[in-house]
């Protein structure tokens, strides 16, 4: 079956300007999170959706990142006014919910951020 | 909140010989610890896991391994091959959401014909 798609793959911008990075999840699954993979760098978690549930921003940098899910699938995060420090990859993942945690946690292939 | 360590950073091994990786974590409380590998240009995907009522899991080359007590798992990969050479990442839940992971910082791995 279709896994968690991600798009676009590559995204260049100039500082300054405003990007939307999308992310299909897994059909079915109700839980959704963006991570940050900085070159070399482990998982930074961003925010996470869990169904009608407010989402967890408590990763987001900045005021300048934000996030939206709409009807409970397909999320957008953007990031505006863009840094350089803002390059980096964007990961999406997609889980199902288990009582009491342990979700597997599916990733899409990321999109490369790079602010010129 | 929970803190995971992952060790070593790099790993360079021959081909057929194993490899080890470890992650200590810090939440007695947690009781999922799924290992990621990322190859490059893609995404992490999951290769093993385990729970905190196993203590140990095979899947054909790769086992994982934990200690409660100590807090800390390992990545066993017997064997190696080219295909295996990536960056290996484990996680833990986070104590306040067990629906979210906290990654280790992860391990090159690289398999030498």
């Known amino acids: 079956g279709a896994g968690v798609s991600q798009s676009p793959s590559n995204k260049v911008t100039e500082k300054g300007k405003d990007v939307e990075l999308r992310c299909d999840p897994i059909?079915?699954?109700?839980?959704l999170y963006w991570y940050r993979q900085s070159l070399g760098q482990g998982l930074e978690f961003l925010i996470y959706f869990q169904g009608n549930s407010a989402p967890d921003k408590s990763g987001l940098p900045s005021d300048r990142f934000s996030a939206e899910r709409t009807g409970g699938s397909v999320s957008t995060l953007t990031i505006q006014r863009t840094q350089q420090e803002d390059s980096a990859v964007y990961l999406c993942?997609?889980?199902?919910?288990?009582?009491?945690?342990?979700?597997?946690?599916?990733f899409g292939p990321g999109t490369r951020l790079t602010v010129l | 909140g929970e803190n995971v360590e992952q060790h070593p950073s790099t790993l360079s091994v021959q081909e057929g010989d194993s490899a080890v990786i470890k992650c200590t974590y810090s939440d007695s409380a947690s009781n999922y610890f799924p290992w990621y590998k990322q190859e490059l240009g893609k995404g992490p995907q999951l290769i093993i896991d385990?729970?905190?009522?196993?203590g140990e899991k095979k899947d054909q080359r790769i086992a994982v391994t934990l200690n409660k007590t100590a807090k800390h798992f390992s990545l066993h990969i017997t064997e190696t091959q080219p295909e295996d050479s990536a960056v290996y990442f484990c996680?833990?839940?986070?104590?306040?959401?067990?629906?979210?992971?906290?990654f280790g910082q992860g391990t090159r791995l690289t398999i030498n014909p």
């Open positions: 385990i729970r905190s009522n196993v």
């Open positions: 996680a833990a839940p986070r104590p306040q959401g067990a629906q979210k992971l906290v």
């Open positions: 059909s079915g699954h109700t839980a």
């Open positions: 993942a997609s889980s199902l919910v288990v009582r009491g945690g342990g979700n597997t946690q599916y």
